[in-house]
């Protein structure tokens, strides 16, 4: 698990401190979704505290993205409850735009808005949502650009930036929103190989200053270095879920054993 820490700096001052490790921010107790009838997730308890990174791995088709979906309810679920900071989910309106302001989202596809600048990217959300003024947004967005590195970019549109540049841009755009917690759905499974490692670093960063993270990745060196806990899926269940020293070198089920054996050998 990990520890408590000081307050992490904040781009508009000295808010935003560090929740208390321990107490669980995001839980899942008998999770269970069907598409058709696939069985897509199967029992799910999940407890994730303030301050955890937690990486989710697993072969293609076991539940991982249905998993990160479902926290922030842009997946909904048969039964089972899901909670972030000891509120159940809302099923719509006002208190689900909260929620999704209060769960940052990165997914593979960038999702950007085309024709809009960088910078307008990442002010939307705190001047529609946070009702922040269009100044006091974009003198904390400069502060998130020049965090993730690319405040250099922000008067151009997305399709001028590389796949890891606008990656960056939309980690800024989730920090924007002061989350709770992160989700990331795959974030580097877009990108060609030399732009994954700026990306990794941006969110080894986050890590590091305490931001609470539940990361579906393939990426085993992010998992080895910035996890806490290492949640391994299969079939739609979670089959095991270790330390990553623990996991890496001494995986106890037959199906981790096997995963591990494929992609560590490559």
Same mark, same amino acid.
């Given at each position: ?7 992490? =700096? ?5 808010? &935003? ?26 029992? @799910? ?11 989710? +791995?697993? =072969? ?10 479902? @926290? ?29 302001? #209060? ?23 705190? @001047? ?30 997305? &399709? ?9 841009? &939309?980690?800024?755009?989730?920090? &924007? ?50 996890? #806490? ?5 299969? #079939?739609?269940? @979670?089959?095991?879920?270790?330390? =990553? ?17 494929? +992609?560590?050998?490559?």
């Amino acid at each position: 698990m990990a520890d408590a820490s000081p307050p992490r =700096p904040s781009p508009d001052g000295p808010e &935003a401190p560090r929740q208390v490790a321990g107490a669980a921010l995001v839980s899942l107790r008998d999770v269970q979704k069907h598409f058709g009838d696939l069985h897509v997730l199967r029992d @799910i308890d999940l407890t994730v505290d303030h301050g955890e990174v937690l990486v989710v +791995i697993g =072969p293609s088709g076991s539940g991982k993205s249905t998993l990160c979906r479902a @926290i922030n309810r842009l997946e909904t679920i048969d039964s089972g409850t899901i909670e972030v900071d000891g509120e159940p989910l809302p099923e719509e309106g006002r208190a689900l735009a909260r929620l999704r302001s #209060d769960v940052g989202m990165v997914f593979q596809s960038f999702n950007l808005f085309a024709h809009k600048t960088v910078l307008d990217n990442v002010t939307l959300g705190p @001047i529609k949502v946070r009702g922040l003024s269009r100044s006091a947004a974009r003198a904390e967005a400069m502060g998130l650009l020049e965090r993730v590195g690319v405040a250099n970019q922000a008067g151009k549109l997305p &399709a001028q930036l590389s796949g890891g540049q606008q990656q960056r841009v &939309a980690i800024a755009r989730a920090l &924007a929103m002061h989350p709770k917690v992160m989700l990331f759905d795959e974030p580097t499974s877009a990108l060609d190989p030399e732009m994954i490692n700026e990306v990794l670093d941006v969110m080894v960063q986050l890590a590091k200053e305490g931001m609470t993270m539940i990361v579906v990745t393939h990426e085993m060196g992010f998992a080895r270095r910035a996890a #806490d806990r290492v949640v391994f899926m299969a #079939d739609g269940q @979670i089959v095991e879920e270790a330390s =990553p020293e623990e996991f890496f070198t001494n995986p106890r089920s037959d199906r981790a054993k096997d995963f591990l054996s494929k +992609i560590l050998t490559h």
